[in-house]
């Protein structure tokens, strides 16, 4: 008989547009019910709070210490680099993977939502554009961040006074 496992990470956002948003991460699986909530200042990415909690675990005693290392996210901002940087305060042998996961997506997805929270843009009503002109709206915020938004760079000719041209691949 095949063995079935699954695990569920998910992430809400609750944005009554003040200056912050709550962010809550949840981990479900056969062994694990862990949630975070953040709050994240909607200006700047900062995050102003962090707390977790673990519901189920498979070590209910050696497990809980990990959690000390979540208020670390504290005054992190949302970023370039905050996968890294979440690995690191969370992860390691202080640490749990599992809230790394849980973080890391709820840092992934809020990443998103700011873009859109800043710009503004989706209260523009941009759903009425044509596909290309919702991608042109788009390409200076999000240009090379997937298939959609690539943007082929074009390499200069050099003169044949700079010496001989590379092979094209």
Known sequence: MTKILERNVNVKIFDDRGPSLRVQGSLLDVEHSFHLELIVEVETGRILSARAEMIKRPYPT?????????????????GRGINRRIAEL???????????????????F??????????????????????????????????NTCHVFRV????????????????HV
């Open 62 to 78: 050696l497990c809980p210490p990990a959690l000390q290392n979540v208020a670390r996210l504290e005054g992190e901002v949302i």
């Open 90 to 108: 969370l992860g390691g042998a202080s640490g749990c993977v599992h809230l790394v996961e849980v973080a890391q997506s709820a840092v992934r």
């Open 110 to 143: 809020t990443a998103t939502y700011l873009i859109d929270r800043r710009t503004g843009m989706s209260e523009e009503g941009l759903s009425g554009l044509s596909e290309h002109e919702h991608r042109q709206r788009w390409l200076p915020l999000l240009k």
């Open 152 to 167: 082929e760079e074009t390499v200069p000719e050099r003169s044949s006074a700079e010496g001989p041209q590379p092979p």
